[in-house]
């Protein structure tokens, strides 16, 4: 045994020196080429390394090259675009009390309504009406007209929304114990229900303009059929309704008792009829005021703001945001309170609309807003453009002052011992406190006085509507006229107008205003509104300054309003809601 050990270990060892042999051979073969092609040659290699260091930098360049060609041609058959999915989130100034429709006041409580509720009719992105829940509507002689409504619309619990709802809604609108905020609209106008999908509407007297009020929200009839009408308003309903529009409200998150910040969160609603909206949640921020949307949009907390106002676009930063401009159906007048002895003489009225510059009001606010000297828009009536607008002529405004007595003295007009002394009121504005600052400055050329006074409207002491308005507690009112769809403008300028702010009586415009609602006839109403904007500008009630402008910021990566956008008013800017984007992907060109 021990004999087999020992000879294993023999050969063990003379394989281990055979190893250690070739080993030896093959340093020294390594060592000897060594010397001959890289020692011996360093200095030759030395004489040629500039050229060496030139390939290699070459082949660095040429490599570098490729790469970029490659994703140089890589961009250009791919391309960012909006994609669907994820959530937007909108800013908007609230509180949010309510997201019952009939109670919404505040800005965001209407957006809630837009994006939680359907309505018969809603306008579109050319800022005419379309239908929403109405199909058809048969209209006899400007006094009945017979809606039919879809057939496949639901309510976000399911249930089919039907004629009854839209009665419903109505009986709760008119019922005074609800307190609805559009109640007085719709008293003396019957309502009747023909099946289960088309609603008749009976009006007292022709009303052409009238399909304008069919933008309401209509309410789910089996959801509040057996609440008391006083306490409609403190139902839960208010908290967590039931809607029929594109979004269905998930949680109605409180962010600060303090400020009464609040989130409404809101999923895509999945019994929606129409086009399934393109973001998957939507977002809506109640903010107590602009300071905390402008810090909103500061941070990132929310993608885009809505009613934003001119001093916040400039603290906006500009690379994250895009910044959207759109006019509204709307007009900002000087309205003259012709109740007070001053403003009775047409003399000084006709006086000021000669010295008032409106191009040069226009050109000192935020986005240039477009010219407005009608009491309407001029593209709503035929021939309207025709109309000539008033002219600056500083001498001739002097003339009618001086030819109606009045004199200057001490630099201020004075007649029979009275100064000629306005008092301007405006709401806390900036653009409004801007027209103000350069109508005060136009009108003090000719020797007319301004005393300002800027109102407050977040001061929970004071009331702009019971303070102002209805007491006209002001000489000027500088104010913004909702026009609207329609250019009916009655309730401002006929001597029996809800809201004729300066006390305008003028027979000839009466009749005017008044023919022009009862019929239908496109030609036959331009005619009569040509007829009355000449005698509103010779009369004077007001002064059109300018026509405001929607602003929007949305960050650059979302898409929201377009920039060709007709907008009605800024409570109508979700028209192309189903096509607002969150989130961008990228997507191969198609050729």
Not at 145 to 163: H, L, Q, Y
């Amino acid at each position: 045994m021990s004999s087999k050990r020992a000879l294993k270990r023999f050969r063990l060892k003379r394989h281990s020196r055979k190893i250690k042999k070739h080993a030896r051979n093959i340093e020294e073969a390594t060592t000897r080429h060594a010397h001959r092609f890289l020692i011996s040659r360093w200095d030759k290699i030395r004489e040629v390394r500039f050229h060496i260091i030139v390939w290699m930098a070459s082949v660095g360049v040429l490599i570098a090259f490729v790469g970029i060609q490659m994703i140089w041609f890589q961009q250009s058959y791919i391309t960012r675009v909006p994609i669907s999915g994820g959530t937007y989130a909108e800013a908007v100034r609230g509180p949010i009390n309510t997201l019952n429709p009939l109670f919404a006041a505040t800005p965001a409580e209407i957006s809630a309504s837009r994006l939680l509720f359907s309505s018969l009719y809603s306008y579109d992105t050319t800022g005419h009406l379309k239908g929403d829940l109405a199909t058809t509507m048969m209209n006899s002689k400007d006094k009945i007209f017979t809606v039919t409504i879809r057939k496949d619309a639901k309510w976000s619990d399911g249930e089919p929304v039907t004629a009854s709802d839209v009665l419903f809604t109505l009986g709760l609108m008119k019922n005074p114990a609800v307190r609805a905020a559009q109640g007085v609209n719709w008293q003396g106008i019957k309502v009747f229900q023909i099946g289960d999908y088309k609603v008749q509407f009976t009006l007292p007297a022709a009303y052409a303009a009238f399909p304008q009020a069919l933008t309401f929200s209509i309410l789910p009839q089996h959801i509040l059929e057996k609440t008391d009408p006083v306490q409609m308003r403190e139902d839960p309903f208010s908290a967590l309704p039931v809607g029929s529009g594109p979004f269905v409200l998930k949680l109605l998150q409180i962010i600060s008792q303090t400020t009464g910040e609040k989130i409404a969160q809101m999923d895509v609603n999945p019994n929606y009829y129409n086009e399934r909206p393109r973001l998957d949640h939507f977002q809506l921020h109640a903010y107590p005021d602009k300071k905390s949307i402008s810090n909103a949009l500061k941070i990132g907390a929310v993608t885009g703001a809505g009613l934003v106002t001119s001093d916040i676009v400039s603290e906006i930063d500009s690379k994250l945001y895009e910044v959207v401009l759109r006019p509204v159906n709307e007009g900002v007048y000087a309205i003259f309170n012709l109740s007070q002895p001053v403003l009775k003489d047409i003399a000084v009225r006709r006086a000021l609309q000669l010295t008032t510059d409106t191009n040069a009001i226009r050109s000192e606010i935020y986005g240039h807003p477009n010219r407005l000297y009608l009491p309407f828009l001029a593209e709503q009536v035929a021939g309207a453009n025709n109309i000539p607008a008033p002219k600056v002529n500083i001498a001739a405004a002097i003339k009618h002052l001086e030819k109606a007595g009045w004199m200057m003295k001490d630099g201020v007009r004075t007649k029979g011992g009275v100064q000629l002394r306005l008092r301007v009121v405006i709401r806390e504005n900036p653009d409004y406190e801007t027209a103000l600052q350069v109508l005060a400055a136009q009108w003090q050329q000719v020797g007319v006085q301004v005393d300002s006074q800027i109102f407050d409207t977040t001061d929970p002491s004071q009331n702009f509507t019971t303070d102002i308005l209805q007491q006209r507690n002001y000489d000027v009112l500088i104010d913004d006229l909702v026009i609207g769809g329609d250019p009916d403008v009655f309730a401002y300028w006929h001597s029996q107008g809800l809201l004729n702010f300066s006390g305008y009586n003028s027979k000839n415009s009466d009749d005017d205003l008044s023919s022009a609602r009862t019929t239908s006839s496109h030609a036959l109403r331009s005619l009569k509104y040509v007829s009355f904007a000449k005698q509103w500008l010779q009369d004077v009630p007001a002064i059109g300054l300018y026509r405001p402008n929607l602003i929007y910021v949305h960050s650059k990566s979302t898409k929201a309003i377009l920039p060709d956008e007709m907008i009605v008013s800024p409570d109508d800017h979700y028209a192309n809601i189903l096509q607002w984007t969150a989130r961008q992907g990228s997507v191969y060109k198609t050729p």
